[in-house]
């Protein structure tokens, strides 16, 4: 697609449920990486993918959080059993090469809000 | 570790008025330098780069020069308008230690008045 695609936009959950997220990377980006932006902080790395492995998964927070990226372009972002601290902006990106050349192409996030 | 310091703000400009956001950084090695945008209800938008030493990276009137004796990567623009208000973040990759992953500054906050 012409940008990072992420659904939802906004997910309001009750503390217990277990939330799916979905990023659509760029068309071709064989990279594609997880951050957390909680309110009035920096961003937190999640994980990344190359291809469908993931080479680095350090900083999902605790066994709660999982993702998986099928077919070298989908990924989904799962919190399971989620608290309200988890309550974020969730935001995927991609890359077309080493993000060190590159940099990132993010979407537009999703809002999650555990109540 | 690899690690980012930015200017704390927010930061209040007028219009026309000249824009510094100071950026250091910690790192081994060479790092990569950027500068990205996030504008209000927006993801971050990656603004510029600057991928070795003494480059300048420069997009929409931004500029920043990658100064790797005094580890910085100031972001400057010579006049500002109201829709430059937004989040700016700094952020270096750095492939020999992080080949995945960027490091982020805390974000600095710029508001532009007319």
């Known amino acids: 697609g012409a940008g990072v695609s992420q659904s939802p936009s906004n997910k309001v959950t009750e503390k217990g449920k277990d939330v799916e997220l979905r990023c659509d990377p760029i068309?071709?980006?064989?990279?594609l990486y997880w951050y957390r932006q909680s309110l009035g902080q920096g961003l937190e790395f999640l994980i990344y993918?190359?291809?469908?492995?993931?080479?680095?998964k350090s900083g999902l927070p605790s066994d709660r959080f999982s993702a998986e990226r099928t077919g070298g372009s989908v990924s989904t972002l799962t919190i399971q059993r989620t608290q309200q601290e988890d309550s974020a902006v969730y935001l995927c990106?991609?890359?077309?090469?080493?993000?060190?050349?590159?940099?990132?192409?993010f979407g537009s996030g999703t809002r999650l809000t555990v109540v | 570790g690899d690690s980012v310091t930015q200017m704390e703000g927010p930061v209040t400009l007028s219009e026309e008025a000249f824009l510094t956001i100071n950026c250091t950084y910690t790192?081994?090695?060479?790092?990569?330098l950027f500068w990205y945008v996030q504008y209000p209800g927006e993801g971050l938008q990656l603004l510029l780069k600057?991928?070795?030493?003494?480059d300048k990276g420069s997009n929409k009137g931004f500029e920043a020069t990658y100064r790797k004796e005094t580890t910085s990567f100031h972001l400057e623009k010579g006049s500002v308008q109201v829709s430059d208000s937004a989040v700016y973040f700094c952020a270096l990759s750095n492939f020999n230690t992080n080949a995945g992953k960027s490091t982020f500054g805390d974000g600095t906050t710029l508001t532009v008045k007319p």
């Open positions: 993918f190359q291809g469908n492995s993931a080479p680095d």
């Open positions: 990106a991609s890359s077309e090469g080493t993000v060190a050349n590159y940099g990132y192409t």
């Open positions: 600057a991928t070795k030493a003494d």
């Open positions: 790192a081994t090695g060479y790092p990569s």
């Open positions: 068309s071709g980006h064989t990279a």
